[in-house]
Structure formats: structure tokens, C-alpha cells
């Protein structure tokens, strides 16, 4: 299961598991965001490679017209994905509180 | 338990439900589950992806290690490709030189304790243990 939304404050609420199989549902979703996009992974319970894909392919994008992702509510299991893939460096990381 | 999968991402949350029963049974710890996850979909979606001559179905083999999980996975009627041989991934590149291929294989090599290829009889099986921390 994997949905993909965008909540009332604007915010990118994703959740389930972004997977292989659920990456085009996921890239075609984030090909129609505009500007400085804020992607809340409160519910994100697993994501792979292609997943991870998706949010390279995008931040590049919004990246070049000056805004970028940064992504919110990220639980260890899937920062220790980001750690591991250098993603740390390249977004805005929020962790989860929890 | 070991089960055959079609050659479609379709069948992920197939092999989801598999490591789930796996997981239930054996009584492994859940914090082990990711990462097992992790490991079996980008090994099954590699083989999927590269070894297009093959019509045959992946089979996968759940199994209890004495530290914790033993997974297989075997491809039949391939090309010799050893996943453990494929290129490193520069994770400290700039945003503008990341590209997201070869991600996958790089963080299975390493997340997984241990990992080993063995290829016979146009028969290509991978085999990753994850172990109890």
C-alpha cells in the first residue's frame, strides 16, 4: 500500500512503502509540484532504491528552479537509508520526534 | 519456506507477505525486517530488470540462520551477473553529479552481514544471511 497526498498546509504526505512498484505512482505525483516542496514521512514505513529515485529525481528539479525538497518526520530506519546513501547530504532533514 | 515469484514488480507485495509469514513464524526480531526487505526487493528487481532473456519465475528461500535470517534468491535460464562485483556508488557526490542508478546493489552490500553468488547451469543464485544485532 502506498498513498500520496497533499495536505492542508501544503505539505507532501506520503504514506506506506515506496517501493519498486510504486515509484511511477510516486514520480508522477512530484512531477506536478512547483516550488520548495515539504514532504512529510510521518508514515513512510519502507522505502528502496527506486524510491529513493523518485526524491533524487525531483529535488534535482525543483533544485534547479531554486527551491528543492526537504523532508520532514523521518523515522531512524528510513534516515539510516539516507545516512547510507548520502542523502543526508543532499536534503533538508527534519527527524521524527519520536 | 521458499516460493516462486513471476517476473514483475508486481509480485513485491507478494514477497512482503512472504517475509511477514517468515518473520511471524520463526519469531525473528522486527527490527531485522527492513532491511531483509530491503535486500530481497532490490536483488529481485535487479534480476528482473537486467536478465530479460529469461521467461522463468525467481525462486526465493526463507530460512532460519543460527544468527538470525538466511535469503536466496535464484534466477534460471541467466547470464552469468554478480551482484556482489557491481560498481561502488559515490555517496558524497553533489546533488548535480547523483544519479540513482546503482544505488540499490550499493546499499545491499551494505546493509546485509553477509553476501555470496554462485553461478551454475545458467542458474544464478545470490545468497544474503542478516543477522540478530
Given amino acids: 500500500m502506498f498513498e500520496i497526498e497533499i495536505v492542508n498546509d501544503g505539505t507532501v504526505a506520503v504514506d506506506g512503502r515506496l517501493d519498486a512498484a510504486q515509484a511511477v505512482k510516486a514520480q508522477a505525483f512530484l512531477d506536478r509540484v512547483e516550488g520548495q516542496c515539504v514532504l512529510d514521512l510521518a508514515k513512510l514505513e519502507y522505502v528502496s532504491s527506486a524510491g529513493l529515485g523518485v526524491l533524487l529525481k525531483t529535488h534535482k528539479r525543483l533544485m534547479g528552479a531554486g527551491s528543492g525538497i526537504k523532508l520532514i518526520n523521518v523515522n531512524n530506519h528510513i534516515h539510516d537509508i539516507f545516512r547510507y546513501s548520502g542523502f543526508d547530504k543532499l536534503f533538508e532533514i527534519v527527524a521524527s520526534s519520536d | ?133
Fill in chain 2, 1 to 133: 519456506m521458499q516460493k516462486k515469484f513471476k517476473r514483475s514488480f508486481d509480485e513485491l507485495r507478494n514477497i512482503v507477505a512472504m517475509t511477514e509469514s517468515v518473520f511471524r513464524e520463526e519469531e525473528l526480531p522486527p527490527g531485522l525486517r527492513n532491511v531483509v526487505d530491503l535486500a530481497t526487493e532490490e536483488l529481485f528487481v535487479n534480476m528482473v530488470t537486467y536478465n530479460t532473456e529469461s521467461k522463468e519465475d525467481i525462486l526465493i528461500r526463507m530460512s532460519p540462520h543460527e544468527h538470525g535470517l538466511e535469503v536466496s534468491l535464484t534466477d534460471y535460464d541467466v547470464e552469468r551477473f554478480d551482484p556482489t562485483s557491481a560498481g561502488t556508488v559515490d555517496v558524497d557526490a553533489p546533488l548535480h553529479e547523483r544519479t540513482p542508478g546503482g544505488l540499490g546493489l550499493y546499499l545491499v552490500m551494505k546493509m546485509v552481514d553477509s553476501i555470496h553468488y554462485e553461478y551454475r547451469n545458467r542458474q544464478s543464485k545470490i545468497t544474503f544471511i542478516v543477522n540478530r544485532k
